[in-house]
């Protein structure tokens, strides 16, 4: 079966710090990596998505990396704010179908 | 934001009763979605449309049927709703043959209590 867990569960930091939140997958052949921001009560948000040719992808402070070998995903905040705060999610791409994990809860603390 | 909208946003029912929800798009987008959303269980896929006409089932498609007769709607229904059902509904779209990569557009999402 494929899954796709995210860890941590929660996180809470002050800001400022740099962060990494992690994302890992059973099944390695997937075809992308998306990654998502979900505010509460609001849909969810593209940030990044790393083809499964790629290593890894930047927008802005956000940096998500992708090492298919070791079923791994990273993504990378770097200077974190109070606006960061939010769920993070991300999914898995088997042909046309994403696999979610269950998100991380961030909360930047000014 | 990508054209998507969902109707109604906000419904509450009773068990037994039947409910539809649709998808509304304007991008012209080929591939439609349906998933819920838990906690602890990030989102699920229900049913997704790869055409007009043309569907398939998703992880947790047991009570749930889809129809998609336009390219732009794409409607789930919940033939005699349960409480096991109450989630938060989000409709997704994509065209993997306008780009290399197959990215996902997500909705403002339907909150379904079911009583």
């Known amino acids: 079966k494929q899954e796709v867990t995210q860890i941590p569960a929660a996180l809470s930091v002050p800001e400022g710090e740099n962060l990494v939140l992690n994302c890992s997958f059973t099944?390695?052949?997937?075809?992308?990596l998306q990654w998502f921001r979900q505010d509460p009560g609001k849909g969810l948000t593209s940030l990044l998505l790393i083809q499964s040719s790629q290593r890894e992808q930047t927008s802005g402070r956000l940096n998500a990396s992708l090492d298919k070998s070791s079923g791994r995903s990273t993504l990378y905040i770097a200077a974190s704010q109070p606006g960061d705060s939010a769920t993070y999610l991300c999914?898995?791409?088997?042909?046309?179908?994403?696999?979610f994990g269950a998100g991380t809860i961030l909360r930047v603390k000014s | 934001d990508a054209g998507i909208t969902q109707s109604p946003r906000h419904k509450v029912t009773e068990t037994g009763t039947p409910v539809t929800l649709r998808c509304h798009q304007t991008?012209?987008?080929?591939?439609m979605y349906w998933y819920r959303q838990d906690p602890g269980h990030g989102l699920r896929l229900i049913h997704y449309?790869?055409?007009?006409?043309?569907?398939d089932k998703g992880e947790v498609s047991d009570g749930y049927s889809v129809s998609r007769s336009k390219t732009e709607d794409f409607l789930l229904t919940l033939e005699s709703a349960t409480s096991s059902q109450t989630s938060v509904y989000f409709c997704?779209?994509?065209?993997?043959?306008?780009?290399?990569?197959?990215?996902?557009?997500f909705g403002p999402g339907t909150r379904l209590t079911v009583l």
């Open positions: 999914a898995a791409e088997y042909g046309n179908k994403l696999v």
């Open positions: 997704a779209i994509s065209d993997p043959d306008r780009s290399s990569y197959n990215e996902q557009f």
């Open positions: 449309s790869y055409g007009v006409k043309d569907t």
């Open positions: 099944d390695s052949a997937i075809y992308n």
């Open positions: 991008e012209n987008h080929r591939y």
